[in-house]
């Protein structure tokens, strides 16, 4: 796929060695995003869930045994491998920022795009969202829901960019300037330790401008030259080691 490069480059950090893995992102991506419960939590191959946390360990016995938490969202890929396999052009990577879309109502559910994506961000909707008695009351108004057939994926809580670029135009400001903190996924408002960052990696008064070029940054499967938008920082060798498929050898 041709390479775009943006203006704004909308990026998240997650520092894994504050991460808990108490999963407060997970639940707060699913009341953002309204994602049903599902029915059958154990069944990994009909769960849906935009945001996932992986459990790492060093491979040791106790007592030096070390465990670390991963969240992994959709990467916004510099160079998504979904975007060009679909065949009805319901993904795409063209707006400012670099968030790759999905487009509900164009997916026909081929489900070339999961197939096509490397870290196994996108999810199928196997069956009808159903919610809890009196829950339904509660889903956001901004974000739609989808029906089973679709192809779902994490889009960086897109509404919350809109909702900062019109408060930005209210206030007579540039819609495509924002200051740092005025966009904020759902999953870095609920992280108690604050472990995740996000902004503009190339606005030099951001955060995560700074963030991504920590000694201890990598991103993940950084070999295949996805060129993702998410970023991860841990002070462990074997954590940083464990991002990409290194022989025993490989200097890294």
């Given at each position: ?40 939590g ?42 060009p ?14 968030i ?34 009196g ?6 108004p ?11 994926k ?21 819609p ?30 951001h ?29 462990r060798?074997?954590?940083r ?12």
């Amino acid at each position: 796929m041709h390479h775009i490069e943006f203006d704004t480059k909308w990026t998240m950090v997650v520092d894994l060695d504050k991460c808990t893995g108490c999963g407060a992102c997970m639940v707060s991506c699913q009341a953002e995003n309204n994602i049903a419960p599902m029915e059958e939590g154990s069944n990994k191959l009909k769960t849906l869930t935009w945001l996932l946390v992986y459990e790492l360990n060093n491979g040791k016995d106790f007592p030096e045994r070390e465990t670390a938490y991963l969240p992994r969202p959709c990467m916004q890929c510099g160079k998504p491998a979904c975007v060009p396999v679909c065949p009805v052009v319901a993904t795409t990577k063209d707006e400012e920022g670099g968030i790759v879309s999905q487009i509900y109502p164009r997916c026909i559910g081929c489900r070339y795009c999961m197939a096509a994506c490397p870290y196994h961000a996108r999810y199928f909707g196997w069956l009808d969202p159903v919610w809890p008695e009196g829950m339904d009351k509660a889903l956001s108004p901004s974000t739609s829901t989808r029906p089973r057939g679709v192809v779902e994926k994490c889009n960086f809580c897109h509404t919350r960019l809109l909702n900062a670029r019109t408060r930005a135009r209210a206030e007579g400001m540039d819609p495509k300037n924002l200051p740092d903190g005025w966009y904020k996924p759902a999953c870095l408002e609920a992280c108690p330790t604050g472990a995740i960052s996000f902004g503009d990696s190339k606005n030099p008064e951001h955060k995560v401008h700074d963030l991504i070029k920590d000694k201890n940054a990598f991103r993940l499967l950084e070999s295949i030259g996805m060129d993702p938008q998410v970023y991860y920082i841990s002070r462990r060798d074997w954590v940083r080691e464990q991002s990409d498929n290194h022989l025993p050898n490989d200097k890294h």
